[in-house]
């Protein structure tokens, strides 16, 4: 059979433990057998990033900005026991927060739904995508513990000597201070890249600050994004999509309510803390996929999960394990569908789709990893190990190629 052409590779980054293993299975059983392979590789291995003083992380993030595509393994960010583990140079910072600044891109991150594990919300019918704002707030925040009775001040003076003050509080006792800031520049790339995202994947866009107490910070948010909506609006009315602003306490009303299948796109802190009530309800850590959306339209994706250390650790000492590959995958057809929209290739978008459609014809036959097998309902589950439930993927690839 022939294989399925590519014309621009995309780029390739390999990562650590149990994901790395499971990186090369992916590859070797669903990807080279159907398609000429043509990727630009970066090995983000910790091993690597040390050897290189994580000048491969740069170079990758730099392949994706000018290639358009990237896919990537997950890879450890060092700790303290990483650093006696790896015997490493420097506490290296995680890879992820180096690719997302040097592209500016937003993440997103979507669960992997099947109809035998229902979601713990029970009217969420469709999956929902949570875009977290990665810059400022309360992430660069500045804090005073105020030990004695005083003023606290804000004050910004500006390059042309224009001068603002205002009273934070008088303090009568001791207390708490914090400032924080945002960017103009920041939120209007959030801006943009949830707008391109939604019409990628062809979902309304919610987006929700509170501006109503928060009348500069807040209010600043809504003002962009309702501005740059106006590139996008045309657009969004032709296919029938909505941009929808309000309130978050209304926002969690609203899509704890809701059937789901569409962007919630959120502040810093609030995507921190709904992107984890939205995957916990979803199901399973191991199903969630994302994707890093830079303003200017590149992509890179991978699985939401870390490098599964603990089954790693078997994997070593000759266990068969049963990590679920799901969300690898799905970063692999993600990427391969994007490049065959960027190229037009509708053979590379036709075989992005027919994986995950294998997936799920598995899943739904019940052949499935451990962590999903106790959260089934209505099939009876069958476990695999990794290798045993991708061998199942690809016999039904192979079926639906033929
Ligand atoms: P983890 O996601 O690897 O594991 C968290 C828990 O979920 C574990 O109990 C694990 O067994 C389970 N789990 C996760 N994915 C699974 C899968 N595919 N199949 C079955 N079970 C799965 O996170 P962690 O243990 O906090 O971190 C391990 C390493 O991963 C750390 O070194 C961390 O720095 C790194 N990490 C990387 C990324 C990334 O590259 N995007 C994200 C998170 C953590």
Known sequence: V???QMATPIVEMDGDEMTRILWKMIK????????DLKTEYYDLGLVKRDETADQITRDAAEATKRLGVAVKCATITPNHQRMDEYKLHQMWKSPNGTIRSILDGTVFRTPITIPSIHPAVRNWEKPITIARHAYGDVYKSVEIRAEEPGVAKLVFEGESGKREEVVVHTFKGAGVLQAMHNT???????????????????????????????????????????????????????????????????AVARVIRSKGGFIWA????????????????????????????????????????????????????????????MATIFAWSGALRKRGEMDNLPELIRFANELE????????????????????EGVTPQPKTSAGFIAAIRERLEQRLA
């Open 266 to 325: 959120c502040k810093n802190y609030d995507g921190d803390v709904m992107s984890d009530m939205v995957s916990t309800a979803f199901g399973s850590l191991a199903m969630m996929t994302s994707v890093l959306v830079s303003p200017d339209g590149k992509y890179e994706y991978e699985a939401a999960h870390g490098t599964v250390t603990r089954h790693y650790y078997k994997y070593l000492k000759g266990e068969e394990t049963s990590t679920n590959p």
């Open 2 to 4: 022939q294989k399925i």
């Open 28 to 35: 070797d059983e669903l990807i080279l057998p159907f398609i």
């Open 357 to 376: 459609a294998s997936c799920f014809d598995t899943l739904n036959a019940g052949i499935v990893t451990k962590d999903l097998a106790g959260l089934m």
């Open 184 to 250: 103009d520049k920041s939120i209007r790339s959030f801006a943009h890249s949830c707008f391109k995202f939604a019409l990628d994947t062809n979902q309304s866009l919610w987006f929700s600050t509170k501006d109503t107490i928060s009348k500069k910070y807040d209010a600043q948010f809504k003002i962009i994004f309702y501005e740059v909506f106006e590139e996008y609006k045309d657009e969004f009315e032709k296919r029938g999509l909505e941009f929808f602003y309000t309130l978050i306490d209304d």
